[in-house]
């Protein structure tokens, strides 16, 4: 009996693979059918064309996706990934995060967070062949890594000769296959609107990853160009750009049922994970990433509550560290008690048997699928021992490190310098250096830095890094009155805090850094040799897995072909779609127990306490009351619909993905999945995988009769 229900299990988890999928744009032809069959009326063939409507509007910010909404290069996307910008340019005097941000004008525009992006992908091309050459094949370990970086370098730099553009080579099914994204980068980048975040994040923490959910998870930013249209830093002379396609806004409302996709840069899934990766994550490592976390909240919350400056600079880190820290939880709650690993157990079973079945399969595949296994378990091993390492590293000892290792690489060849360190990625960096203070207080780093650094202290010596405790003047075994006055003695004799004294060491030379007294600094170049080694040696495990995993996804994809499946790759950041319908669902275990498919502009009065999370701003408040909900009004619902639910494949870094209808027009921004579907990320689940949707109406009634947006609602041809 359990050896069939098992094959049952494996047969319905392979079947159900084609209702889910975060597709490559290329690959959507071969999923033509169900896109129709969910109420598509574009042509499947027309969304492959990246340069084309509608998938030229879409973009990422290098971490949440937002698409254009009009011909001035405005931007939509969530609240959230405007937060920081919002954040960086408040003060306990002007706060815009309570109070919201609107620029009546173009000239009223703020500069976004340092830093800030808006990447216009033009052009993808396969170039797997010029990654991985006949003779980059042969190689194993930290040789095949530096073949692969020197290829992809080269790529890179071919494709980047026209300046303005940021060009990356990411991989694809576990390295099996790469492509070349070819990204126009808009470094001006402004911060036209922002809702207070009694609409933007109402409900907060609480509500996070929860429905049914009221949240108006909306803001706005611009791109600006130079004046002959080229990509350009922050200047008063810039001009708008202007996009060859932007969305336009749905005339007519959504309602259960119908046809919704989202375009968007979805981060990382881990759909096709090892058993034995699995297991590490859920058994070891994400409990301790959730412990760290409520480590993380609680320091910053204890060393900020008295202090209104520091808590805004560490606003937008806290909304971080929060919404992982749920995410976390609620996959772990989800997987305790599933069966998720017996199933990934048993499919991987299933294709090992598949491969040894076969002499020719068995000679291709099967020293690598034994392979892989035993590196991944080396690499997990290393990853527990130095758990708290990066947790108990100051701030501005890593930017020491960084500023080190670019004066070292500084001294190469521009080509032969490591990635992260080349002439294209200093604007980045130069931004990233200097507008640290912007976010940092020393009291709260050192707090946090000693919470951590007190467990690293408690390891055995023999799981102690020798060169970091040398630099830091630990050592195992110290109690927390040792560590602090290590730590006090470190903060006391650096400078890194000052912008002018950090900005200087982006362009000094090595033998500056060996001669300086600044203690950050000098434990830096303490720390460089070890470094060194010690990302050898995790290139030469990396190249070995990367060799053995490509070899696993290709045996996988060929038993997956072989039953008559496609098999998209795990999301890594480049642009993806995936469709689906405006859904609710039931939750309970037993039948009982529903969700409706839309919350409404009732609930916000329901759950509004005037307080903290549930503070909506009263002009809202007045507006509800009043009914004045003009042509945002639903005849079904009878009032203003706020979020909801679709059946869409998500993750993070979707924050912002726009919702469009069959025809291509938006209807809402994706914001949020359901505490219980957010396990997809490894495992997906039809039935129960919900991701959330801001209603485009509940945004546009927001801005015409609470914000009085009139200048961007008549710029996005809505009023």
């Excluded at 064309?49 to 290098?62: N, Y």
């Excluded at 996307?77 to 941000?101: K, M």
Aim: charged share 25%; glycine share 8%.
């Amino acid at each position: 009996m359990k050896k069939s229900l098992l094959s049952l299990a494996i047969l319905t988890s392979f079947a159900a693979q084609a209702d889910e999928g975060m597709w490559m744009p290329q690959q959507l032809p071969q999923v033509a059918k169900q896109l129709k069959a969910a109420g598509l009326k574009l042509d499947p063939a027309s969304l492959t064309k990246l340069t084309e409507f509608p998938a030229g509007a879409i973009v990422s910010l290098g971490g949440c996706s937002a698409s254009f909404v009009s011909p001035e290069g405005l931007v939509i996307t969530n609240h959230h990934c405007v937060y920081s910008s919002v954040a960086i340019n408040s003060t306990p005097q002007r706060d815009l995060l309570a109070d919201g941000f609107l620029a009546k004008t173009m000239a009223d525009e703020l500069p976004a967070a340092p830093g800030s992006r808006i990447f216009v992908t033009e052009e993808v091309t396969n170039v797997s062949n010029r990654v991985i050459t006949p003779e980059v094949a042969k190689l194993t370990g930290k040789a095949r890594v530096d073949a692969i970086e020197k290829n992809q370098k080269a790529l890179v730099a071919e494709c980047e000769k026209e300046p303005g553009y940021r060009c990356t080579v990411p991989s694809f099914y576990g390295g099996l296959e790469f492509y070349r994204i070819k990204q126009l980068e808009i470094r001006d980048v402004r911060l036209v609107h922002a809702p207070p975040s009694g609409v933007g994040k109402f409900g907060g923490d609480t509500d996070n990853w929860m429905w049914p959910r009221h949240t108006g998870d909306y803001g706005f930013y611009r791109g600006y160009v130079s004046r002959d249209g080229k990509s350009a830093e922050f200047s008063k002379d810039n001009v708008p750009y202007k996009p060859k396609h932007f969305l336009k806004i749905a005339k007519e409302g959504v309602k259960e049922g119908d046809f919704i996709m989202a375009l968007g840069y979805p981060g990382r899934t881990n759909r096709h994970r090892l058993p034995s990766e699995v297991a590490f994550t859920f058994d070891w490592n994400y409990p301790a990433f959730v412990k760290a976390s409520g480590e993380t909240l609680a320091v910053i919350e204890r060393e900020t509550k008295n202090d209104p400056a520091a808590k805004l600079k560490y606003a937008s880190q806290v909304a971080g560290v929060n919404n992982y820290y749920k995410n976390r939880k609620g996959m772990i709650a989800s997987y305790e008690g599933s069966d998720i690993l017996a199933r990934k157990t048993a499919e991987h079973n299933a294709l090992k048997t598949w491969i040894n079945a076969n002499a020719a399969r068995k000679a291709e595949f099967g020293a690598d699928i034994e392979a892989v296994e035993k590196l991944i378990a080396e690499r997990d091993a290393k990853v527990k021992r130095e758990f708290f390492l990066s947790y108990s590293t100051p701030r501005f000892l890593n930017s020491a490190r960084t500023l080190y290792r670019l004066a070292n690489e500084r001294s190469k060849p521009n080509a032969e310098r490591k990635s992260g360190y080349q002439d294209r990625d200093m604007p980045r960096m130069t931004s990233a250096i200097t507008g640290q203070d912007r976010t940092y207080d020393e009291k709260v780093d050192k707090a946090l830095v000693l919470n951590f650094l007190k467990q690293y202290s408690a390891q055995p010596a023999n799981e102690h890094n020798l060169a970091f405790d040398n630099a830091l003047g630990i050592k195992a075994g110290m109690n927390e009155a040792e560590l602090k006055a290590a730590l006090d003695k470190l903060y006391a004799g650096s400078q890194m805090q000052n912008k002018d004294f950090r900005t200087q060491w982006l362009t000094k030379s090595p033998a500056d850094f060996q001669s300086s007294n600044d203690a950050f600094i000098k434990a830096a170049v303490a720390l460089y040799d070890a470094d060194r080694k010690e990302e050898a040696e995790e290139e030469e495990l990396g190249g070995n897995i990367q060799k053995a995993y490509a070899s696993y996804m290709k045996a996988k994809i060929a038993y997956m072909n072989s039953r008559g499946q496609a098999v998209y790759p795990d999301a890594n950041s480049t642009l993806r779609v995936t469709f689906g319908n405006i859904k609710g669902r039931n939750y309970g275990a037993d039948g009982t127990g529903s969700w409706t498919a839309f919350t409404t502009v009732k609930g916000v009065v329901a759950k509004h306490t005037g307080e903290g999370e549930f503070n909506a701003p009263e002009k809202q408040l007045a507006a509800i009351r009043a009914k004045d909900f003009g042509k945002y009004l639903d005849p079904k619902l009878g009032t203003v619909p706020v979020d909801y639910l679709a059946t869409l494949d998500i993750t993070g870094g979707n924050s912002g993905s726009a919702a469009l209808n069959a025809k291509g027009e938006l209807i809402g921004l994706a914001f949020d999945g359901t505490l219980d579907s957010i396990i997809s990320d490894w495992d997906f689940n039809k039935a129960a995988t919900r991701d959330i949707q801001v209603d485009i109406r509940y945004i546009l009634w927001n801005m015409e009769k609470v914000d009085h947006a009139d200048n961007l609602l008549k710029e996005m041809g809505v009023k």
